[in-house]
């Protein structure tokens, strides 16, 4: 594939919710490149019919009793929290 | 003292020749003065190593000491610790003090080990050669110049500077192995599966896999048996009796079956690193294994394949650090989307971001099949090379890493090069099979690690071959010059 440019950086940094500062983008543009050359070694090999492997271990899922396991901890988690309040993490305001 | 491996250690315990208040002040000495060299370790917990020391001296007097009772140990910064900082290398967690212990430090902890603290890491665990921490690059105690290696650089700098007889790491592509390789000691990333994921900050959760880091195989053998084990948080945990590893160490390995992969001794191999592995293989035909040539025909698309997996996995699992309920968050976000982009570009180091950016692109829509479909194919054909090897032969070796450390900066500005230093150890990640690294031998000053691969569960084989080696060979008791 083409070389990816710093505008589709961007927008993928949008997908990922990530911000990068303008003078990065043209070094991860050609880093990410070059990567995506790298995987793209993967193409020499025809993987028709070869069933995808997503995990190392045949296992199915394990299921457990629907019973509470859990003892409610909000105020020891809240406590390494940004910001909170009555019990609630605050950020900026999303509805008008 | 400080000198002593953990089986050493336990028995000195156990014979009351110190106690393990005494030796945990001594390396607890140690570390206040190499580490401003080194930068091994992120935090030293010196109070409540002190205090767990003395519990455990309590617990030896009460009759209550098992092998692990009072062994100092260390932990990687990936492992949660309850009420202790746990930064995972990263600026995003340098103030994040953990609520609760992983299930690994809640079983070394209920063996009686004293924790010295926390090493020192890749940010994430995402890199090679430990320069990718925000906390800054971890030395090498063979060459200040050298990189230890990563991601587990600071645990295995820390095991070879004798500043700890053990570490916990983490390998999601070679992270343990690597890093024991390039600092001269024995390091096992157990099957997937093997040793619960709970608490351990994950990076690829098909692929990351907690191990112990020591000197030796048989003190990689005592850590291991307290570390394995089934654990209904972790999903993948595989529910299966945990061996006696230790007991299984001193197997004859007369008809051992060594399965040489040809892919391991081509072009890109240094010829000193070479050397010493097939010294190694020689020594191994002493003890009566018998070597024989085999093939991994797929082993070229294993770097491809992991760096399509392990970043789609890391840009789901990191998207986790939003700056709402914990890590760090951006000054004055103006809306909701600036408090995620901003915080997160602000926390994230540059090799974080370019493996959630690879991983975001691979998984977008209409790239998916090309990328990750693909990836996860490749991944069967490893994996089936693997399995054929196996109705071969007993264990797999090689080298361990192409070279033995490079120096600090060598690789630091170009990613690829950096990633192919992992060229041997990415494909067992991918087949989710048991590896370790034990020494060799040395290129001029810097150790070379000799690579073990075992079938599924194959712990105990790989320690037994591994120690059998150390029996006759005296390349784990080598220390670093000034340590």
Redesign the interface.
């Known amino acids: 594939m083409t070389p990816l440019g710093t505008a589709e950086v961007a927008k993928i940094a949008h997908l990922a919710r990530l911000a990068i500062r303008e003078e990065d983008a043209p070094a991860y543009a050609s880093n990410l490149s070059a990567i995506l050359e790298l995987v793209e070694q993967m193409n020499a090999v025809d993987t028709t019919g070869v069933t995808p492997m997503a995990h190392p271990l045949d296992m199915a899922q394990r299921l457990r009793p629907d019973e509470i396991s859990e003892t409610n901890y909000r105020d020891y988690f809240q406590a390494i929290a940004p910001r909170t309040e009555a019990g609630l993490y605050l950020v900026p305001k999303v509805i008008e | 003292m400080h000198d002593k491996t953990i089986a050493q250690i336990s028995a000195g315990l156990a014979a009351g020749e110190f106690s393990s208040e005494e030796l945990t002040r001594a390396l607890l000495e140690r570390v206040e003065q190499f580490n401003p060299q080194l930068n091994a370790f992120i935090t030293i917990t010196a109070g409540s190593a002190l205090a767990q020391a003395r519990a455990a001296d309590r617990r030896r007097q009460q009759g209550e000491a098992v092998p692990l009772t009072g062994i100092p140990i260390a932990h990687k910064d990936i492992f949660c610790t309850d009420g202790i900082r746990t930064s995972c290398g990263s600026r995003m967690l340098d ?3 953990a ?1 609760y212990n992983a299930t690994v430090v809640e079983k070394l902890n209920a063996a009686g080990t004293v924790m010295l603290g926390k090493t020192n890491m890749d940010e994430f665990a995402m890199g090679s050669s430990n320069e990718t921490s925000f906390y800054g690059p971890v030395r090498n105690p063979w060459d200040l110049d050298a990189v230890p290696g990563g991601s587990s650089g600071g645990s295995a700098a820390a095991v070879a500077a004798r500043l700890t007889p053990g570490a916990t790491g983490t390998d999601t592509g070679g992270s343990i192995r690597q890093p024991a390789a390039l600092c001269g000691i024995t390091g096992l990333k157990p099957t ?2 093997r040793v619960s994921r709970w608490g351990m900050i994950a990076y690829a959760s ?2 990351d896999q907690g191990g112990p880091m020591a000197r030796t195989a048989e003190d990689c053998a005592l850590l291991l048996g307290a570390m394995a084990g089934f654990d ?1 948080r972790d ?2 945990c ?1 529910d299966r009796a945990v061996p006696d590893y230790v007991a299984a160490l001193n197997q004859p390995l007369a008809g051992l079956k060594i399965g040489l992969p040809k892919e391991y001794f081509g072009e890109g191999l240094d010829r000193q690193v070479a050397q010493a592995v097939e010294a190694a293989i020689a020594e191994y035909r002493k003890l009566g294994a018998e070597p024989v040539e085999i093939s991994l025909p ?1 082993s ?2 294993a ?3 992991y ?2 997996v392990a970043p789609a996995e890391c ?1 789901s699992n990191l ?1 986790r650090f ?6 760090h ?1 951006c000054e004055n ?10 915080s ?3 926390g ?1 180091g ?1 090799e974080v ?2 493996r ?3 991983g ?3 998984l ?1 829509a209409g790239y998916y099949d090309a ?1 990750y ?9 490893i ?1 089936d090379d693997f399995r054929r090897a196996f109705e071969q032969v007993d264990v797999i070796m090689g080298p361990t890493s192409p070279t033995a450390a490079f120096n600090l900066g060598e690789k630091a500005d170009d ?2 090069t950096m ?1 192919l230093s992992d060229i041997y150890t990415i494909a067992v990640n ?4 048991p590896g370790l690294s034990l020494p060799v031998g040395f290129a001029g000053q810097r150790p070379v690690g000799l690579q073990l691969i075992g079938n ?1 569960f194959a712990e105990d084989r790989l320690l037994n071959v591994a120690h059998r080696y150390q029996q006759v060979t005296d390349w784990h008791e080598r220390v670093p010059a000034g340590f």
């Open positions: 103030r994040f003090i609520p997937y599966g098909s692929l209904p999903s993948t595989v797929n070229q698309l770097i491809p394949a760096y399509v840009s998207a939003d700056g709402v309920r914990y890590g968050r976000p103006k809306d909701l989307l600036d408090l995620y982009t901003r997160r570009g602000e994230f540059a971001t370019r959630i950016l690879v975001t692109f691979a977008s990328y479909l693909k990836a996860q194919q490749i991944r069967r054909l994996s990613p690829i990633y991918l087949a989710g099979l599924y």
